[in-house]
């Protein structure tokens, strides 16, 4: 047809646009890399579409809707209040407010969590078909959880303003706490959305890491004060650090520093190695998932 | 100078896949743990043996070199397994090579598949954003186009309708609309044309070359080779990894066709001890295919008849003899059985070497693959032997009916069909 059309005349103008762009270069790579954020950043409106997918068809199909973003955490309130505030008699549990506030960050965190740690595998069609950092996938998930933590949120406030509960200055410490957790679920879902890559075990693993990993945060259903533990047992699971930081920060209780401190260093730690070793196996995706 | 730049240049590329036999790629946990403890006495075993044994290497390229120049469209062709995908697989960046490198020069925009992470849920709307963003476009950029993707895509009315809804030629219509909007200065397509109907698919080739009339560099791998030969002027036939011919795409085409006849086409059964089918009464020889000029080959003109040949030995004299060819379509459905009984009914066969041949006529199957069972019994009585799919070949895309529109028709037969067109009304 037009395969010998003329190419030369137009080819000089489009030279000069791909003459100030650095070549590609492809090679073996492997081993340990360091994090390409540049590209990430330059991908940055994809993580932005990805997330908006998610967000846009998480609740399509469903009769209620974002409304399950509210129902999840509010149920699970419902049931640690009436089985260990009003039954088993757990000190402090019987407070909606006082569960609803550990509950909200920690359903944040979970679904988070969870979500990135399948993120990769169930996007096997696109890491087998396109190019894009693969970071993104998992990195899109934990943003797709934020808009439903946004949702519940509007129940924590409605539960707040008739207790004329009034933050102080510890409210400041609330959106770094969430943005700790941000950063926890994303070290510990990418870490596992690459391992399920190669070890499909882990969509077993996720699961019933969640649940262990609500019973293991004391401070989700037990108010601080009452744990009789010290901090260093506590900081095992920097988990407890973050809610009480959460819930102190909110309803105006002293805030946990050292506490909070432990946490935030173990799952800063804990996010940097998830990032690097998902960039030691990334390359590997396509050819395995 | 300008000229001179290379928008493509792959260095001794190699990629090697692990086929551990009968295991999935992905561990489980389970595996690696016990990997883990067992490796001090797998080395002890492997030191003895030699090797591992259950992990085979396969190289789906191996030292492969190519270089091309900015604005070239150049087709890639060659058998399944050649290593085609995984050539645009490495250059699109979603799977390493294992030696060797790449260098591109330019925005490189790979379309391996149509509509990579159009999601059934969302409407076409909301798809030309997820798409066009994961094929690398900016928000600013295919809001720019959007108008234009809807045009080449003729959803107009369907925008807002979820695209599951879609019947699946608008569904391809619209994922080529995006990529085809896309501007990368190196464009890497993968057999995307071989979907979609008549019309579409000599836009998408419209588009194709008005892409690089605009001094664009395309790869292009396709089973099409009149897609190919219409497209390209350069073709690059790579064979198990390697290339094996590079050049114009008319003569690289037609060489890459006339090649069947070095690939199988003929299966020899070797009769050293026991091992070729047959009884006391005959050995199988060979099973051959022939196409019209009577040259053995595995790759067949549509438009041609061609012979099927079962070769045998008779060892004691026997009547009531049968043998027969059973024609396979690639997904193992049965097309066809036919014996040399159906028109010699009383043949008594001396010992000696036979050929029994049968002729399917051409412009009657379809492009593709098929397999060739053989057979030979006393009917209702006893088999001598059974050859389950002792032979395949390719019947290539060459032209017959409707060959003028490259449209990837379905079906397994591919008559010219006696049509009337009748007004019946005015």
Same mark, same amino acid.
């Given at each position: ?80 209040? &009436? ?29 988070? +969590? ?56 510890? +409210? ?5 706490? &969430? ?12 870490? +596992? ?14 699961? &019933? ?41 909110? +309803? ?38 | ?135 690398? =476009? ?42 085809? !909007? ?8 993968? *057999? ?15 588009? =194709? ?13 396709? !089973? ?37 006849? *070095?690939?199988?086409?003929?299966? =020899? ?110 009917? =209702?009585?006893?088999? !001598? ?42």
């Amino acid at each position: 047809m037009n395969r010998n059309g003329p190419k030369q005349e137009t080819a000089a103008g489009e030279q000069v646009s791909a003459a100030h762009l650095t070549p590609t270069v492809i090679t073996p790579g492997g081993g340990w890399q360091a994090l390409n954020l540049a590209e990430l950043w330059r991908f940055r409106e994809l993580l932005y579409f990805l997330i908006w997918r998610d967000v846009k068809v998480r609740y399509k199909q469903t009769v209620l809707g974002a409304a399950w973003a509210l129902i999840q955490p509010a149920m699970m309130t419902f049931a640690l209040w &009436f089985g260990l505030g009003k039954m088993a008699r757990v000190p402090g549990a019987d407070d909606p407010l006082f569960i609803y506030s550990g509950i909200l960050p920690w359903t944040f965190f979970a679904t988070a +969590l969870a979500s990135a740690g399948n993120s990769v595998v169930n996007s096997e069609r696109l890491v087998t078909k396109v190019y894009f950092p693969r970071l993104a996938v998992p990195l899109a998930a934990v943003g797709a959880a934020v808009v439903d933590f946004m949702i519940a949120s509007v129940l924590l406030v409605a539960m707040m303003l008739p207790r004329g509960i009034v933050p102080g200055v510890g +409210l400041l410490v609330v959106p770094v706490v &969430f943005v700790l957790l941000g950063v926890a679920a994303a070290g510990v879902g990418v870490l +596992l959305s690459a391992l399920m890559v190669a070890y499909r075990d882990f969509r077993y693993v996720v699961p &019933f890491l969640v649940q262990f990993w609500l019973f293991a945060t004391l401070t989700v259903y037990t108010p601080l004060s009452r744990l009789e533990l010290s901090p260093w047992i506590l900081s095992v699971n920097p988990m407890c650090g973050l809610i009480a930081s959460f819930r102190a920060g909110l +309803l105006n209780e002293p805030i946990p520093w050292a506490l909070l401190g432990a946490s935030s260093a173990s799952f800063v730690l804990l996010f940097v190695i998830g990032c690097f070793y998902f960039r030691r196996v990334e390359d590997s995706f396509a050819d395995i998932v | 100078m300008s000229e001179a730049t290379p928008a493509i240049v792959v260095e001794n590329l190699s990629k090697r896949y692990r086929i551990s036999q009968g295991v999935a790629a992905y561990r489980t946990l389970r595996e690696s743990l016990s990997n883990l403890a067992m490796w001090p006495l797998r080395r002890l075993g492997r030191l003895r043996s030699g090797g591992d044994g259950q992990v085979q290497d396969f190289w789906a390229l191996k030292d492969l070199n190519l270089r091309i120049d900015t604005g070239e469209v150049v087709g890639v062709i060659g058998r399944n397994g050649a290593g085609k995908s995984t050539l645009l697989k490495i250059l699109s960046r979603i799977t390493r090579p294992t030696t060797g490198r790449a260098i591109l020069n330019g925005r490189v925009g790979s379309l391996l598949e149509v509509g990579t992470g159009f999601h059934p849920e969302l409407s076409g709307r909301e798809n030309i954003y997820l798409n066009g963003a994961i094929l690398g =476009m900016s928000r600013r950029e295919i809001a720019a186009k959007f108008d234009q993707i809807v045009q080449f895509a003729e959803i107009e009315q369907f925008l807002d309708t979820p695209v599951k809804r879609y019947s699946s030629g608008m569904y391809v219509r619209l994922a080529f609309a995006v990529a085809a !909007h896309l501007e990368p200065e190196i464009l890497l397509v993968d *057999e995307v044309l071989a979907v979609g109907d008549a019309s579409f698919q000599r836009r998408c080739l419209g588009k =194709m070359s008005q892409v690089s009339r605009q001094g664009r560099t395309i790869l292009f791998v396709s !089973h099409n080779m009149g897609a190919i030969t219409r497209l390209c002027r350069r073709a690059i036939w790579l064979d198990r990894g390697q290339v094996r011919q590079s050049g114009d795409a008319e003569t690289v085409v037609a060489s890459y066709l006339r090649s069947g006849a *070095e690939q199988a086409g003929e299966v =020899m059964f070797h009769d050293n001890g026991q091992k070729a089918p047959g009884s006391e009464y005959i050995r199988l020889e060979a099973i051959r295919v022939r196409g019209s000029d009577g040259v053995v080959t595995a790759t067949l003109d549509v438009r041609r008849p061609f012979t099927l040949e079962v070769q045998y030995r008779i060892l004691r004299r026997t009547s009531n003899l049968r043998v027969g060819v059973r024609l396979m379509a690639h997904d193992g459905t049965v097309l066809l059985s036919s014996t040399d009984m159906d028109q010699n009914e009383d043949l008594v066969r001396e010992p000696g070497v036979y050929v029994s041949r049968c002729t399917v006529p051409g412009e009657l199957l379809n492009y593709g693959q098929y397999f060739v069972s053989v057979g030979c019994d006393f009917p =209702m009585v006893r088999t !001598h032997f059974a050859v389950d799919q002792g032979l395949a070949f390719q019947i290539e895309q060459t032209g017959g009916a409707g060959g003028h529109i490259s449209d990837g028709r379905g079906g397994v037969l591919r008559m010219s069909l006696p049509w009337t067109v009748q007004r019946i009304e005015s």
